[in-house]
């Protein structure tokens, strides 16, 4: 019954006439001028630093956050802790039920001669292996469609390995993804799939297709680039390459994780709300660094640099940390359920997700409203092009996260960044502070504060 009425009035105020940001004066770039000055001469003179510092105490301090580890519920109490130093408001918790999958001990090796040892990683909820592990021979294919091609028999019983081409992440990551599931149904015992990125030396881990709190069918691990091609090389010869896979990889019951969030409370229409957002969530190996550590502290700091400011939007800020994204966006799914019709105060997220290569603009999507608010950013351009990242791409990938706050009425907004060595340090362990540039990450700081303040602030 009252779930019936929950949605009804939900769906009676999402189709009434657009609220808040409608039929407002035009912005005016000159009428936020100095707000924006301010913004950006406190980020150059103290926050960037200051963020910067706090990046570097969350990745050694607390270090790397895998979903359901002590790593993570460590950076949920330090996450509250920072949100209150910065000054924010109404600081607190949300319960949200997280995947819990513990790696172990791990090898991979040629057995056949030559043997070799493998630079290898299990990828998320991949079962283990009994304990003495599987030695089997391999197969080792380019393609989906290379695999289809093989007789069944000639894959039962086998290692696949895919060793694709490198044709950039989104391309490849599909093999992480769903290699499993094919050579299962074609009656591995095991899968190995080159590591989805192009970086040297490091295999890169992350999550598999299917429910995030059940184990993959059979044991799956990614392989370092070059022993992925090492092996390719071999198995073209005529006397079988045989491989012995251990791992101890175990998916445990689901674990309480939380999404952790605090708040700039607007100076006229507190009860709009700007999601700035992040996942505090990472794989195991590095610390987290870029993916998603420096997310999480462009919003924290970038609503403590507007307080610093002396600047309170309009409307209020809410910065949250989801609880989990690195196996699908769990943290802000749990939101948007639970918020319920409190989502229709949310007139827009930002999320920042793609490292700390330097700004490049913004990617948005939403409906009518979303539109709407991007026009009207449109004449805060002048403001935004020094910083470099005035461009407002339409229809653009806004971050996994903030895709559950798809609501109609929602804009959503993701950072872009140059990403062009991004794939050298993704879910790897690679992924540490040293690499993240303190120059780069003030023009992120400017860019991802200013775009949040602007719109927190627009014009009734
Ligand atoms: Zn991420």
Redesign the pocket.
Known sequence: MERAWVTFGLACLLAAAPRGLHAQVPASVEEARPAANRLIAQIKEESARHGHALLGELCTTVGPRLSGSPGLEKAVAWAQVQMKAAGLENVHVEPVTIPHWVRGNESCEVVSSPGRKLAMLGLGNSVGTPKEGITADLVVVSSFEELSSLPRATVAGKIVLFDPPWNGYGRNVVFRLRGFLEAAAKGAVACLVRSASDAEGLPHTGSVWGNPFTPTSIPTAALAIEDAAYLHQLAARPAPVRVRLQMDGQVLAPASGANVIGELRGREIPDEIIILSA?LDSWDVGQGAQ??GV?CILSLEAARAMLKAGLRPRRTIRVVFWAT??YGGLGARAYAKTQGIEMQKVIAAFEA?TGNGRPLGFGWKGGDRAAHIVKRLRGYQPLLEPLGAASLEPDAYPG?DIEALEYPGVALFGLHNDMRHYFEIHHCAADTFDRVNLQDFTLNLEAYALMGYLVADLPQ
């Open positions: 996942h993916d998603d997310g994204e690195e997700d996994t």
